[in-house]
């Protein structure tokens, strides 16, 4: 059974940081593409972050490029996301996704596993 798992949410101050980590297991995921999106209360998903399938090539969405960092291991079959500079527009269930394709995209509709998704919220 394939899972993916998330962690490394929680509650910290604005301007503060969190490093998300998702673990994938039931498979290997080196050979596919990996993506972060987020939900707001209120609001539909949204695209955040993605890496394709070797690590070489990275995306972002416009609202967190600069602050944020994707990276894979795929020694350890898990994916990161390093958030710094948080801000309250942030606050989000930040979910973690694998595609059956090497390449990336920033629709939610072509990545075919999901985790259950982690908390973060950004205090002002």
């Known amino acids: 059974q394939v899972q993916l798992v998330e962690s490394g949410g929680g509650l910290v101050q604005a301007g503060g940081s969190l490093r998300l980590s998702c673990a994938a297991s039931g498979r290997t995921f080196s050979n596919n593409a990996m993506g972060w999106f987020r939900q707001a209360p209120g609001k539909d998903r949204e695209f955040v972050a993605s890496v394709n399938w070797s690590g070489a090539y990275t995306y972002y969405a416009t609202s967190v490029k600069g602050r944020f960092t994707i990276s894979r291991d795929i020694t350890r079959n898990t994916v990161y996301l390093q958030m710094n500079s948080l801000k309250p527009e942030d606050t989000a269930v930040y979910y973690c996704?694998?595609?059956?394709?090497?390449?990336?995209?920033?629709?939610?509709?072509?990545?075919?596993?999901w985790g259950q998704g982690t908390q973060v919220t950004v205090s002002s």
């Open positions: 996704a694998a595609r059956q394709s090497q390449f990336t995209t920033s629709s939610p509709g072509n990545y075919d596993y």
